[in-house]
């Protein structure tokens, strides 16, 4: 397998992951903060979902780019970007901090799985 193939088969997992756990997460969002109604103008029915869709994101670019390529410019660009998208969209404060406190839990388990992986080998 070529590195481009492995580097589209990383962003395809990425995205599969973010898509699958948005609803868990935005329910997940809901029972800690409550509901809050984002200021987009298309108001979707289950304004949840795009907490749900960041905090997921935070998550699974951070664990799975830590395990997988170990660029953290790269890593720090994209979370830059959804914290941007996070700010824009109202969540300034209480959804900034639980999702940059979400992509440091997975650096942290990311790191964690390195770690073992190294004393196994």
């Known amino acids: ?3 481009t193939q492995k580097n589209i088969l990383l962003w395809v997992a990425i995205i599969v992951l973010i898509i ?5 997460f935005g329910a997940l969002y809901e029972m800690i903060i409550g509901r ?5 103008f298309w108001g979707p029915s ?3 979902y795009i907490d749900g869709f960041l905090m997921s994101s935070f998550i699974f670019v951070t ?3 830590t395990l997988f390529r170990k660029s953290y410019k790269q890593i720090i660009i994209i979370l830059i970007i959804f914290a941007l998208v996070d700010v824009v ?3 300034w ?7 940059l406190s979400l ?3 997975a650096w942290i388990l990311a790191q964690t799985v390195l770690l073992a992986r190294k004393a196994i080998k």
Do not use: F, H, Y
């Open 20 to 24: 699958i756990t948005t609803p868990w």
């Open 103 to 105: 992509a440091l839990v």
């Open 89 to 91: 969209l109202g969540g």
């Open 36 to 40: 809050e109604l984002s200021p987009g």
């Open 1 to 3: 397998m070529t590195k």
């Open 46 to 48: 289950n304004p949840e």
């Open 63 to 65: 664990l799975l780019l």
């Open 93 to 99: 404060w209480q959804g900034l901090v639980i999702d």
